[in-house]
């Protein structure tokens, strides 16, 4: 039993060659242990998916939380920039005044 194989004998014990008419006592059992590793190898392939779905989800989130931010950076650029606006205007309004004034007091003087 050392040189036992897992998985479809290519070979049958009597020696003649494995085909569709030539059948073996042990196809069952073969049968069996191609299943079983199988079940393993979908039990990994289950479990990473399980955690590859785990960091998508996370990746979700994450792309939710950065377009929220942004949406708020927006908000805040926008009110900066009419907060810049307004400044700029009352600036530009202080020059015409005081420019005004120049002018009035060099007719004046």
Not at 13 to 30: L, M, N, P, Q
Not at 62 to 75: D, F, K, M, Q, Y
């Amino acid at each position: 039993m050392g040189d036992r194989v897992r998985g479809f004998p290519k070979r049958c014990r009597c020696g003649e060659a494995v085909d569709w008419y030539h059948t073996f006592k042990w196809t069952d059992i073969s049968m069996l242990e191609e299943i079983e590793d199988l079940i393993e190898k979908v039990e990994n392939i289950e479990g990473t998916s399980a955690t590859l779905q785990k960091g998508f989800n996370a990746c979700e989130n994450e792309l939710e939380n950065l377009a929220l931010e942004t949406r708020v950076c927006e908000t805040v650029v926008e009110k900066e920039i009419g907060d810049c606006k307004m400044q700029l205007r009352s600036l530009k309004n202080i020059v015409v005044v005081a420019m005004f004034i120049v002018v009035f007091l060099k007719f004046i003087f």
